[in-house]
């Protein structure tokens, strides 16, 4: 039994699954339709892909010791940009390039002013993030439009019913694959667990971090898409700070500590899977919204506490 649960905690994501399964089945006991239900299954797809894809971002900064609070501002600047593009007369696909061009460029921004001129990524990002929320308010008026794409390219960005829970699944493969088996995400992994040694070692750690900033960017803004072509509008309103902050909260939730060193774009797969399973529980069995927020504060501490004593025990296990 003993090397069972040591099995299982040398796997990071395996308490979080436990997590997921557990929360899931007590869902479905206490509402029959909860998992037999395609619209709950849909509605559950719907809050998962989105918090999902941006935590793959956020991921690979975490594990530098950097954060990106202006993702949910990309989140909701890209669509716009795709939309005055198209509106110009580029056709729809090349409007979507040049909106997620436009989103990687804010990302590098916020990478070139943390790492080069040394500002905390913290106050870099916090105040793009109030940039950005002025920026798309004021060439929007702040009014919603409509995205008037090809029915076929709307289908395939996310009209479709699981259509953004796919390029979730695809975006979290690949990202997981890169983080654990390319050289960027296995030097993100090293510049993050001892920067000075990477640095040393001759790993470009600023390079790095610039390209990680310019990812998560590119994220913000294919997901903003994404939402945008599934609701057939554009809001100006949507995303903000929510949208990141459970970006986040999966991240953290999924085994990913926000001191940096380790990561696991699996587990923020997970994470937010958990954190839709508990929104969507809630609203079926009837419980007040702003339970939600005071479980998901609860589940990030509890998260935190985990990932400590965790990183101590197998520190234990790899020294013995």
Known sequence: MSRILGGLLKWREASVIVVAVVLAVYFQIANSSFLF???????????????AIIACGEVMLMIGGEID???GMVYALAPFLMYFLAQAGLPYPLAVLGALAGAALVGALNGFVTVMLD??????????????NGLTLTISAGTPVEVEAGRR???????????????ALAIVAVMHFMLRNTRWGLHTIAAGANPTGASEAGIRTRRLKVGNFILCGALSGLT???????IASIDPTAGGTHIMFLAVAAAVIGGTPLAGGSGTIAGAMVGAIVLGILNDGFTLIGINAFTFDLILGAAILVA?????????????????
Request: aromatic letters at 14%.
């Open 37 to 51: 239900s395609n619209d709950s299954v849909q509605n559950l797809s719907q809050f998962v892909a989105p918090v």
């Open 69 to 71: 609070l202006s993702a």
């Open 119 to 132: 500002v905390p990524s913290f106050v870099t990002t916090l105040g793009t993030l109030f940039l950005l």
């Open 153 to 167: 390219l709307a289908w395939l960005l996310g009209r479709a019913g699981y259509a953004e829970f796919a390029w």
């Open 224 to 230: 903003g898409i994404l939402e945008a072509f599934r």
């Open 304 to 320: 935190m506490l985990f990932n400590i004593h965790i990183g101590r025990f197998r520190r234990r296990l790899s020294v013995s």
